[in-house]
C-alpha cells in the first residue's frame, strides 16, 4: 500500500510529490556529505517514476563529486538539500524526510547507513 507525500524546500522554490511506502523510520548516512547535512532520509529509495520534481527558473541545484555517481540536488535560493540520487541506485532517489510535509522527522526510528565505509 503506497502513500503519497509532498513537500519542498525552504522558501518554496523546489517541491516535490512522490509515492512510496508509509514512512515509519529514517536513515542516517555517515559519509563525507551525509555527515555534514545532517539531514534525516527516507529508507526506501524512490522510482523516478514515482517522484514529480517542480522548481521554479534554476531554482534546483546540482552537487557532484567523487565518482559523480549520486546527484546531490538542493535549492540555490535557500539552500536547503531536498533529495538526491543515490550512488547504490543510480537515478533513484532518496528524500530529506524534514522536507516531507506532515512527518516529523524527530519522531522517527532512525538507522545509520554506513556510507563512510561504502567503496
Ligand atoms: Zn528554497
Avoid: W
Avoid at 502513500?3 to 517541491?15: D, F, N, P, W
Avoid at 567523487?66 to 532517489?93: L, W
Amino acid at each position: 500500500m503506497s502513500k503519497e507525500y509532498q513537500g519542498g524546500c525552504h522558501c518554496g522554490a523546489v517541491r516535490f510529490t512522490y509515492s512510496g511506502e508509509e514512512i515509519r523510520k529514517g536513515v542516517y548516512c555517515n559519509c563525507s556529505i551525509c555527515v555534514r547535512k545532517g539531514a534525516l532520509m527516507n529508507t526506501e529509495p524512490i522510482s523516478p517514476a514515482n517522484l514529480k520534481i517542480e522548481f521554479k527558473n534554476d531554482a534546483l541545484g546540482l552537487y557532484e563529486f567523487g565518482t559523480k555517481t549520486a546527484k546531490h540536488h538542493f535549492c540555490k535560493r535557500c539552500g536547503i538539500y531536498t533529495f538526491h540520487q543515490t550512488r547504490s541506485q543510480p537515478g533513484f532517489y532518496r528524500i530529506n524526510i524534514g522536507c516531507i510535509e506532515g512527518i516529523d522527522p524527530f519522531s522517527l526510528e532512525t538507522d545509520l547507513f554506513d556510507g563512510k565505509n561504502l567503496l
